[in-house]
Nanobody
Framework: QVQLVESGGGLVQAGGSLRLSCEASGIIFSISSMAWYRQAPGKQRELVAYISSRSTTTYAGSVKGRFTISRDNAKNTVYLQMNSLKPEDTAVYYC????????WGQGTQVTVSS
């Protein structure tokens, strides 16, 4: 069964940090480009960052220099380290393959207070 389980969200003050995790099952994780997305209230889901099977990383301009995506193929897990958080980072964060080929998980809520 294909499944994505996100965790690590929470409430943090502006300037703080959080580390999100996403464990994948049912896919050949090691050859998949994995991505983090987010959806703020009233907005469309947007791509935040992605990491190729060779660990090449790409970031949206709004998070570049503050967020770091990484992966552990032995654990079928992709991470998102978020530093210097801003209120505009508040959203539900999801992981998926870069091609969005898997049913979306529940996501994890990140709330940044000012």
């Amino acid at each position: 069964q294909v499944q994505l389980v996100e965790s690590g969200g929470g409430l943090v003050q502006a300037g703080g940090s959080l580390r999100l995790s996403c464990e994948a099952s049912g896919i050949i994780f090691s050859i998949s480009s994995m991505a983090w997305y987010r959806q703020a209230p009233g907005k469309q889901r947007e791509l935040v960052a992605y990491i190729s099977s060779r660990s090449t990383t790409t970031y949206a301009g709004s998070v570049k220099g503050r967020f770091t995506i990484s992966r552990d193929n032995a654990k079928n897990t992709v991470y998102l380290q978020m530093n210097s958080l801003k209120p505009e980072d508040t959203a539900v964060y999801y992981c998926n393959t870069l091609s969005r080929s898997v049913d979306w998980g529940q996501g994890t809520q990140v709330t940044v207070s000012s």
